[in-house]
């Protein structure tokens, strides 16, 4: 299976104004032509503002599918350029729906592994000034993701994104969206999901956390 790498963006944090005031955030990347270097933390050129919340191993790139800006800019009624989810990578046609936790891509030198759905925050509304942009991505998917790094290496503008190995877990983006979002009381779906080995050790520690909870209220 193979997709389509349309935009390779980067961007180091900034300070801009918004509706409710100035916010510091890389969230605004800028597309790049040539080829940047990916390193197991991140882009050359590129850089998290809140590393509590974003980066490391487990999110050094941050992935969105392209196809989905069709569905955003008939749902509120403007366009909506790419990186505007903030992605360093944005890829036609990839889908929650059909790719695992642990599913590993080669594009360009680099060799990456899905790690987690990508949770979006206040900063989608702040940055483009609507309130309920964040719990309307979580209430259809449409998240994207991050990958971790296995293997660094340059990748260019309009590189295939190839899968290379399906995770045997079979675990996809959406279920654990499911989990997040919606199903969120489900012990057997919550089970299911923190037993996958590759899942981001961040959030497989708040699922447990709270299927434990789940557990102890039974």
Not at 28 to 40: D, I, N, S
Not at 189 to 216: F, M, P, T, Y
Request: charged fraction near 30%.
């Amino acid at each position: 299976m193979k997709y389509k790498l349309l935009s390779l963006n980067v961007g180091r944090p900034e300070v801009y104004e918004t509706e409710k005031g100035e916010l510091e955030s890389a969230y605004r990347k800028t597309p790049v032509q040539e080829a940047a270097y990916l390193t197991y933390y991140n882009f050359e050129g590129d850089e998290q503002a809140d590393k509590k919340n974003h980066g490391g191993r487990d999110k050094a790139v941050c992935l969105y599918p392209a196809q989905y800006y069709k569905h955003w800019d008939e749902h509120y009624g403007q366009s909506f350029s790419f990186p505007a989810f903030g992605e360093n990578l944005t890829v036609e046609g990839i889908d929650e729906r059909d790719v695992h936790i642990g599913d590993k891509f080669q594009i360009g030198g680099a060799l990456l592994q899905i790690s987690e759905p990508r949770k979006p925050c206040y900063i989608i509304a702040r940055t483009h000034g609507i309130k309920d942009f964040p719990a309307k991505v979580m209430k259809t998917g449409y998240t994207g993701f991050y990958l971790r790094v296995l293997k660094e290496g340059k990748v260019t503008p309009g590189d295939d994104m190839t899968l290379v190995e399906r995770h045997p877990s079979a675990v996809t983006v959406a279920d654990v969206n499911e989990v997040r979002y919606h199903d969120v009381n489900n012990p057997d779906k919550l089970k299911r999901v923190i037993e996958v080995d590759v899942l981001a050790k961040g959030l497989r520690d708040s699922l447990s956390e709270h299927l434990h909870k789940i557990k102890e209220e039974l």
